[in-house]
Nanobody, 115 residues
Framework: QVHVVESGGGLVQPGGSLRLSCAASGIDFNILDMGWYRQAPGNQRELVAEITSGGSTNYADSVKGRFTISRDNAKNTVALHMNSLNTEDTTVYYC?????????WGQGTQVTVTS
């Protein structure tokens, strides 16, 4: 059984930083494309950043230059380093593990940016 578990959300002031982490188990991590998504109430889930099994990355325009996605295949984890956070980044962040037609989601972690 595949498990995807996020950690690292919390409360931060505008301009601050947070690091989200996601661990995937139950499947060969090396073959997975990994991504971070976020979803505000009433909105569709949107891609924040993704990293392929080969290490290629892609970012939403709204986070380019502020967020960095990275993966550690030895630890079966993917991280999202978030800098220069603003109130518009407040929402629930979800980790996604993807391989061909298979999609696995974590339970989500809340990020709140407030003064």
């Amino acid at each position: 059984q595949v498990h995807v578990v996020e950690s690292g959300g919390g409360l931060v002031q505008p301009g601050g930083s947070l690091r989200l982490s996601c661990a995937a188990s139950g499947i060969d991590f090396n073959i997975l494309d990994m991504g971070w998504y976020r979803q505000a109430p009433g909105n569709q889930r949107e891609l924040v950043a993704e990293i392929t099994s080969g290490g290629s990355t892609n970012y939403a325009d709204s986070v380019k230059g502020r967020f960095t996605i990275s993966r550690d295949n030895a630890k079966n984890t993917v991280a999202l380093h978030m800098n220069s956070l603003n109130t518009e980044d407040t929402t629930v962040y979800y980790c996604n593990a993807h391989y061909v037609v298979l999609n696995f989601w974590g339970q989500g972690t809340q990020v709140t940016v407030t003064s």
